[in-house]
């Protein structure tokens, strides 16, 4: 299994150009997370999605839209990039079983110019 | 409200010595517990987990405790190497109708020289 992926690793922008981050898992997962995480400041929730069709906003969901038309795919879409959104995007998932842990993808890193 | 607290980094120790990481947290029930590893450059993997009041957490040759008295789940390794350098978080599971979300503390770098 490949678990979270996702794409791009690596993307620099713009002010205002828009862009979509694209996270994918492969473990039936219900529940999807996007995080932000900032140099010295840990991960901060942007948007939630507890299945396909639904989706709420966590700490920091300004400047930013989700979507989830299937269980697999949670794109996070910016649509006015700022320099404050510069940073490193973590997508994560969490099925309904188990533990309760979450499973991170490797990351994006966004630079916002 | 739910949080993490972790102890400020960075952390410098020299290869074979003692680690703790102090994490505490609020209590609200009884959230599982948990410790992420971040290795430069990668995303975050779990390290351990615990999910009840005195449960050990254990892997890799570190281990957490769960302790509801004190609220805390500090993480230690009795002879750290050259290869734990990385940015260690620790974790709590919401609680009640947020149980699905985690609440992360803010990371502590670790780095271990030969």
């Known amino acids: 299994n490949a678990g979270v992926t996702q794409t791009p690793k690596f993307r620099i922008l713009k002010i205002g150009q828009s862009m979509t981050l694209q996270c994918a898992q492969d473990?039936?997962?219900?529940?999807m997370y996007w995080y932000r995480q900032d140099p010295g400041m840990g991960l901060k929730l942007i948007y939630y999605?507890?299945?396909?069709?639904?989706?709420d906003k966590g700490e920091v969901p300004n400047g930013y839209n989700v979507s989830r038309s299937t269980t697999e795919d949670f794109p996070l879409r910016l649509e006015l990039a700022a320099p404050s959104q510069t940073s490193v995007y973590f997508c994560?998932?969490?099925?309904?079983?188990?533990?309760?842990?979450?499973?991170f993808g490797p990351g994006t890193r966004l630079t916002v110019t | 409200g739910n949080s993490v607290t972790q102890m400020e980094g960075p952390v410098t120790l020299s290869e074979e010595a003692f680690l703790t990481i102090n994490c505490t947290y609020t209590?609200?029930?009884?959230?599982?517990l948990f410790w992420y590893v971040q290795y430069p450059g990668e995303g975050l993997q779990l390290l351990l987990k615990?999910?009840?009041?005195?449960d050990k957490g254990s892997n890799k040759g570190f281990e957490a405790t769960y302790r509801k008295e004190t609220t805390s789940f500090h993480l230690e390794k009795g002879s750290v190497q050259v290869s734990d350098s990385a940015v260690y978080f620790c974790?709590?599971?919401?609680?009640?109708?947020?149980?699905?979300?985690?609440?992360f503390g803010k990371g502590t770098l670790l780095t271990v020289n030969p």
């Open positions: 994560a998932s969490r099925g309904l079983a188990g533990g309760r842990e979450q499973y």
């Open positions: 473990m039936n997962h219900n529940y």
């Open positions: 999605s507890v299945g396909a069709g639904i989706t």
């Open positions: 209590a609200t029930g009884y959230p599982s």
């Open positions: 615990a999910t009840k009041a005195d």
């Open positions: 974790a709590r599971g919401d609680s009640g109708g947020s149980n699905y979300k985690l609440t």
